[in-house]
């Protein structure tokens, strides 16, 4: 991305970045370690439709490349790709980006996203039980839908599983 913003002689590159993956233990310990974090997974249609049509914001799926192929002499990589492009060790992010360049130093930049867009939120399993359910019936009451999917990951100790191997 440095490369990028160098290249383009860019002063502001900003990035934000989506999983189009399942849960995975990779996202909870990369991205959301502790018992603060959240998983939200939002329409990725709308998530679109929100962002086209901003001017100076790119967006498409990241492609994850071996550093052998990338080395290779008749590999061209051309200057739109680079900030689309990671190596190979962190495909199992299965990242979406979306960047806005600027002509000026920015610290952040706004993206109207529909609460509609949201169609589930999970919370950290190292949340402690009263605090989550706390947060959950706030969450709700925000949405004005108490059938929102907000839920506590399972990834850790998923009963479902672990009554499986039970029954044997």
Not at 14 to 20: M, N, P, Q
Request: with cysteine; charged share 35%.
């Amino acid at each position: 991305m440095l490369e990028y913003k160098k290249r383009k002689k860019l002063k502001g590159l900003l990035a934000l970045c989506f999983s189009y993956g399942d849960e995975t233990i990779h996202h909870w310990k990369a991205f959301s370690n502790g018992s603060s974090g959240c998983l939200i997974e939002f329409d990725a249609i709308a998530i679109i439709k929100a962002i086209d049509g901003i001017p100076s914001i790119k967006h498409g799926k990241v492609q994850y490349e071996k550093l052998r192929e990338i080395e290779k002499k008749d590999r061209v990589i051309e200057l739109e790709e680079i900030p689309f492009i990671k190596r190979w060790p962190y495909r199992c992010e299965a990242e979406y980006r979306v960047i806005k360049t600027s002509d000026k130093s920015e610290k952040y930049f706004d993206i109207s996203i529909p609460l509609e867009s949201i169609n589930r939120i999970t919370i950290s399993q190292h949340m402690p039980e009263q605090i989550y359910k706390t947060i959950k019936n706030y969450l709700r009451e925000l949405r004005g839908d108490p059938e929102s999917r907000i839920n506590r990951s399972t990834l850790y100790e998923n009963k479902r599983w672990i009554n499986r191997f039970r029954q044997y």
